[in-house]
């Protein structure tokens, strides 16, 4: 089964990772993981 591993670092802006994401869903992904996100909790 197709899976994204997202491994993005703190100078990625939040909306070109979703960007991915969204690719990758239209693509029919159903597997998405990010790793490394604290980032964007700050």
């Given at each position: 089964?197709?899976?994204?591993?997202?491994?993005?670092?703190?100078v990625v802006?939040?909306?070109?990772?979703?960007?991915?994401?969204?690719?990758?869903?239209?693509?029919g992904v159903?597997?998405?993981?990010?790793?490394?996100?604290e980032q964007?909790?700050?």
């Open positions: 089964q197709p899976e994204v591993h997202l491994r993005p670092n703190a802006p939040y909306k070109s990772v979703a960007a991915v994401m969204a690719s990758a869903q239209r693509l159903t597997k998405i993981g990010m790793v490394g996100n964007f909790l700050k």
